[in-house]
């Protein structure tokens, strides 16, 4: 008895040891954006730090979608779960900075013995502050300086390799030879038998990196200050003659392939993908590049060869004196407010922020160090002796560190999601060849700044009044109630029906509650927020009908995505009506496999909306879709496709750009929601179904053939079949998204801008929640009132079997 006590006492014993323990623990949630190597990087560094810090726990947390990752931080934070340490970037960091959901970290570095923040290269530090106070520890600094070359193509040119001593200028300069950049470009450029570029010199990350340059060398900015910009600077005739000469380069000169070629099969979707083909001989981006090609081009594999990377080319400057300046990306690590463990998550900071997190990513091949004495350290980040033979490229990776004296950060403003949707606003179609930079950035220049004013003007509106608006909204729900059941008023229920009336509301008692928690009451916020401006973090400030007035008189998009919308309610739905009235006629007949057919046809109407997105886009693609390859033939030159591009395209040698174009972008996704008529199918074969053989028998005897029955028999009494289609076809036309948001992210220059998009992008993007409430009023009232429209047409129109008419 006495060895079985001393055995439970040693048990609970232990237990009370193993909570105690536990309980010492503190546990930090760490979020980064980071993915494929640098997220391995990461987890290895987790798991030291916990080793080095055992009383700490760190819960790793990813979410790779770049863009998607900053709003998740808002709403985690507006919500109350925010993670204790999180990555963050200079165009995202104020957003959080300004509503104090980040922690300054000023204090921190004051209290740490033998922290310097002197130790960083400043530039990267200052874009991490505001108003002089740091927000972010920066883990490292990515000037897209970087020009990789392919030192065989180079030599089988006869050309030098770049020494990042060369210049450019608007126009080429043979004389200068490899000293002209753009002389260089020309010299790699070739088609081939049928006239089609199939080689080039160069291209960058993406069009608007090399237009950034562009932008930058020239002395421009798009905004008069890049921390809290009042002005807005795009619409100068310099902005746009520096945008043009970026889309020449590639439509014009053909140094650098086409937004439509780039994004063909036989070339490659990126141009990472393009040089490792070598299809270009350089190409432009930032050194996160590095892992990606080491892996392709191995040294002794087949597919290796020469590479290194050098400066890109100063501007020549309009006096002869050159220019150097280009974009640059950067990264760190902040700590949020909210936090409980304000000195465990400095240690965390510190930790991925400091010497241990960026020689690893630095080993990694991954970032370059924010601490330069740790960036130029040979056998670390620049290549030494002992250095690995596949880490050794790229050697000159010294120019790194060359760069960052020219580097030039985009602007870090609070407000950089809502102006920076204007200002690229259409920027596609520049790059495409199908509008001038002029033309666009001139609407654009003009829609920034009145949307740059507005947001100015709300940080000084009163704050918003609870009690008053609770009260409206508890006088409407009453009200509301009132009316519906204002008609049994002084009706006498009987012992019975009362009992019956107490079953039945105890029954919908758990749907009541569930409506009125998670459908009235957001529904009465999202009305209240109709009259304020709200971001919910700070407080609400009241705005009355500003939000209103800005739809009508002030916001393009406003009207713009109204009218995008009802074009794609307009034909989408009766295309939709049409085909899934005509698959089930098919279906409808008895033959053999017609219950095969009708699953084959129903499957897509249940598939992911995403996944059907993507394909959709393939299907679409310019130079190896499948419409394309119907409509141009195999080898491009059948007539029909020809004369689609001489009415559609302004260069008519290119095949149609269907999701890249203007005026094609919005016909594709109508011609992309008959992909779900299955669903309407179903629906439509029960109608069928459910009409009486009798009535096709009598009109038979009456002579009628198969288009006077259907005109007579089967038409009328699908009817109620068509109003319900017509109905739940037009509400989920109305709230079109998935596909903008997966396709076109409501470009090229809004003609997918649909309406829940852009209540979509004033929500989650520009953190308008006020104002987007409001859209979403707007977008109620809509369909409400169509809808009551239809219902009250159906009775001239909708014949019902029961009914006598």
């Known amino acids: 008895m006495t060895r079985h006590l001393h055995r439970l006492l040693f048990l609970v014993t232990l237990l009370l040891a193993s909570v105690a323990s536990y309980a010492n623990v503190t546990t930090l949630r760490f979020s980064v954006w980071d993915g494929d190597k640098a997220l391995e990087t990461i987890r290895s560094l987790v798991v030291e730090f916990e080793q080095q810090n055992p009383d700490i726990k760190v819960k790793l947390e990813n979410y790779p979608d770049y863009n998607l990752y900053h709003q998740k931080m808002l709403v985690t934070y507006a919500a109350g779960v925010a993670p204790d340490v999180v990555m963050m970037d200079p165009q995202h960091f104020q957003a959080l900075a300004v509503r104090k959901a980040l922690l300054p970290l000023n204090p921190f570095f004051e209290q740490t013995p033998g922290f310097d923040i002197k130790e960083y290269y400043k530039q990267i530090v200052d874009a991490h502050s505001y108003k002089g106070v740091c927000y972010a520890l920066p ?45 260089v470009c020309d010299q790699f450029t070739k088609k081939n038998q049928e006239g089609k570029y199939v080689q080039w010199g160069y291209t960058p990350g993406w069009p608007g990196l090399f237009a950034d340059m562009i932008v930058y060398a020239t002395g421009l900015l798009p905004y008069d200050n890049m921390e809290e910009p009042t002005k807005v600077l795009v619409g100068t005739p310099e902005y746009s003659k520096a945008l043009q000469f970026a889309a020449d380069f590639m439509n014009k000169y053909h140094y650098a392939p086409s937004v439509t070629e780039q994004s ?82 400095w240690k965390l900071t510190r930790f991925m922020g400091g010497e241990p997190g960026m020689i690893a990513m630095a080993k990694a091949g991954i970032a370059q160090p924010a601490i330069r004495s740790l960036a130029i350290k040979p056998g670390l980040w620049v290549p030494g002796p002992s250095t690995p033979i596949e880490e050794q490229y790229p050697a000159n990776r010294i120019v790194t560190d060359q760069a960052v004296p020219y580097v030039q950060f985009p602007t870090t403003s609070q407000y950089y999601q809502a102006i920076n949707d204007r200002v690229v606003k259409g920027q596609e179609l520049i790059w495409n060849g199908q509008k001038t930079a002029e033309a666009v950035m001139s609407e654009n220049a003009v829609d920034a700044q009145t949307r740059l004013d507005f947001l100015r003007k709300e940080e000084n509106l009163p704050p918003f009044n609870w009690p008053l608006g609770i009260a409206i909204c508890s006088m409407l729900f009453v009200g509301i109630v009132f009316w519906i059941y204002k008609p049994h008023f002084g009706h006498k229920l009987t012992e019975l029906e009362r009992g019956e009336t107490r079953s039945a509301y105890s029954f919908l008692s758990p749907w009541i509650i569930g409506f009125l928690v998670f459908t009235l009451v957001p529904m009465m916020l999202s009305l209240m927020m109709a009259f304020a401006n709200w971001d919910m973090i700070l407080p609400a400030q009241a705005r009355g009908l500003g939000n209103f007035n800005e739809m009508i008189n002030i916001d393009p998009s406003f009207w713009k995505s109204l009218k995008v919308t009802t074009i794609y309610v307009v034909f989408s739905v009766p295309l939709g009506i049409i085909g899934s009235m005509g698959l089930a006629l098919l279906l409808n007949q008895k033959v053999k496999g017609v219950s095969l057919f009708r699953t084959l046809y129903y499957i897509p109407s249940i598939t992911s909306a995403v996944a059907a997105s993507l394909i959709w886009l393939r299907v679409f693609n310019a130079e190896n879709g499948m419409l394309n390859f119907f409509l141009y033939g195999p080898n491009g030159n059948w007539p029909i496709g020809r004369m689609l591009s001489s009415w559609i395209m302004t260069d008519p040698s290119k095949p149609v750009d269907w999701m890249a174009t203007e005026g094609t972008a919005l016909p594709a996704l109508i011609i992309m929601s008959l992909w779900g008529v299955g669903g309407g199918t179903v629906v439509f074969l029960a109608g069928l179904q459910g009409i009486p053989t009798y009535y096709y028998e009598a009109a038979t005897l009456d002579g009628a053939g198969i288009m006077k029955r259907f005109k007579a028999v089967t038409l009328p009494l699908l009817t109620p079949t068509i109003f319900f289609t017509l109905i739940t076809g037009m509400v989920g036309a109305f709230q079109a998204f998935t596909q903008a948001f997966v396709m076109t992210l409501g470009g090229p220059n809004d003609a997918t801008r649909f309406f829940v998009y852009h209540l979509f992008g004033n929500a989650f993007q520009s953190l308008r929640m006020g104002y987007a409430s409001a859209l979403g009023w707007v977008l109620f009232v809509i369909i409400m009132l169509i809808t009551a429209v239809q219902w009250w047409a159906q009775n001239k129109w909708v014949y019902y079997e029961a009914e006598t008419k």
């Open 139 to 183: 883990r490292d600094i990515a000037p897209m300086g970087l020009i990789y070359y392919n030192k065989e193509m180079f030599k089988r040119a006869g050309l030098p390799y770049p020494t990042g001593d060369w210049t450019w200028d608007f126009k080429i300069r043979p004389e200068l030879k490899e000293k002209d950049f753009l002389w």
């Open 264 to 345: 063909s099969a036989f070339a490659g979707a990126t141009a990472q993908a393009l040089f490792v083909q070598e299809r270009v001989a350089m190409f432009q981006n930032g050194i996160w590049e590095v892992p990606n090609i080491r892996k392709m081009l191995k040294p002794g594999s087949k597919e290796f060869f020469e590479w290194d990377v050098a400066m890109a080319p100063a501007y020549a400057g309009k006096d002869g004196k050159k220019v150097l300046r280009f974009p640059t990306g950067g990264s760190g690590y902040g700590i949020m407010s909210t936090t409980k463990n304000k000195e465990a998550a």
